[in-house]
């Protein structure tokens, strides 16, 4: 294999400047409640696939133009957004997806992706390193494309060496246990080919029909508490919500989404996360510091049972303090199914 980039002097010094910019965010966060932490941001609705479980995607979408979506990064920049995350559909599929990367990394803010991967060269690769990229993420799904996915560890291998030897950033890749996938086992496999190309490995849980809390079945189970098992330090922590959303039981916590976590949709509308698209509604450009204040005191009715981990790790930083004072009932789409599109996937590892 060849030398990996990342362990060269460049891709050291990088990995730790990334380090230092987050710990910098990061004490920020804890310091001040008056900004977004993350903001996921959707470029392109258009995908190159057609899982058979997602409705995050379309295959008719134009990229939004980069103008636009300036504006969008540069608001987001205003409002002292810390991660600005790009998603799709499929962001690789923007023709100036890398003009967007450069003007994240202009606010300040560390800029990551959510891809299937299917478009990785070196080169693009290269490209993207030339951006800034600070992490990608990859969601893979079994290990023999099949009629539900074709995210599959076959398919996408000679991308994850690509990455492996030429990424500046960091990837991270995401399996996944539940519904509507034959073998749990394959999750496995693909955490530690994922650890052995040098990424960090995180394991999701999908769940039946609307997105609703489910114990997860026998087999499922056991290879999850395998995998929460690993000690490797590529692991993050394993936390009680997590566990709770395995066994099917509710969580109490407080969603600080509309404040602390923001999705901006395609249409350039701010919405609570990807299963509550319609709340609040309020095109970016119109968002304020007020908006924020507001929804970081105001509790959603969805989140006892709510699976979205991204949001739960975003608001824990906040669990301490500011208890909420108002609470609204989002009636978007928790009781629709999103299936595991990757905005949705509950983080284990
Ligand atoms: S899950 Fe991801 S790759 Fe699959 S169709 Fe949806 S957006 Fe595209
Ligand atoms: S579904 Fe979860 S993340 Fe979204 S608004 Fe409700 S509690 Fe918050």
Redesign the pocket.
Same mark, same amino acid.
């Given at each position: 294999m060849a030398k990996r980039k990342k362990n060269s002097l460049q891709g050291r010094i990088k990995a730790a400047t990334r380090k230092l910019r987050e710990l910098w965010l990061v004490g920020r966060a804890l310091a001040f409640i008056g900004h977004p932490v993350m903001a996921q941001i959707v470029p392109m609705r258009y995908?190159n696939?057609?899982?058979g479980y997602?409705n995050?995607?379309d295959k008719t979408s134009k990229p939004v133009p980069l103008e636009e979506m300036f504006r969008r990064v540069d608001h987001l920049g205003k409002l002292g957004t810390s991660i600005i995350t790009i998603s799709?559909?499929?962001p690789l599929t923007h023709p100036e997806l890398e003009e967007v990367i450069r003007r994240i990394r202009k606010t300040g803010a560390i800029a990551g992706m959510i891809t299937?991967g299917y478009l990785l060269s070196k080169d693009r690769i290269e490209s993207l390193n030339r951006a800034g990229l600070d992490h990608m993420q990859i /969601?893979i799904d079994n290990l023999e494309p099949d009629e539900v996915?074709m995210?599959s560890l076959k398919v996408l291998d000679r991308q994850l060496v690509a990455l492996s030897e030429h990424a500046l950033f960091h990837v991270n890749i995401n399996s996944v246990v539940g519904a509507g996938f034959k073998d749990p086992n394959d999750a496995l496999v693909i955490g530690r080919r994922a650890i052995e190309l040098g990424f960090t490995s995180t394991i999701g849980i999908i769940h039946d029909g609307d997105g609703q809390l489910k114990p997860l079945g026998e087999r499922e189970s056991k290879v999850w508490f395998e995998m929460r098992n690993w000690k490797k330090k590529n692991y993050s922590k394993f936390n009680k919500f997590q566990e709770a959303i395995a066994q099917g039981r509710s969580n109490e916590w407080r969603c600080r989404a509309g404040s602390r976590y923001l999705y901006i949709c395609e249409n350039g509308l701010v919405h609570y996360c990807s299963q509550q698209r319609g709340w609040p509604g309020t095109p970016i450009a119109e968002y304020t510091k007020a908006d924020v204040k507001r929804e970081f005191l105001t509790a959603k009715s969805c989140a006892p049972n709510c699976t979205i981990s991204c949001v739960h790790q975003i608001s824990y930083i906040d669990h301490w303090r500011a208890p909420q004072t108002s609470t609204i009932s989002p009636g978007g789409h928790m009781g629709e199914h999103h299936g595991? /599109?990757?905005a949705n996937l509950v983080n284990i590892l």
């Open positions: 995908c696939l057609s899982c997602c995050e995607y799709g559909g499929e299937n /969601s996915s995210k595991p /599109s990757e």
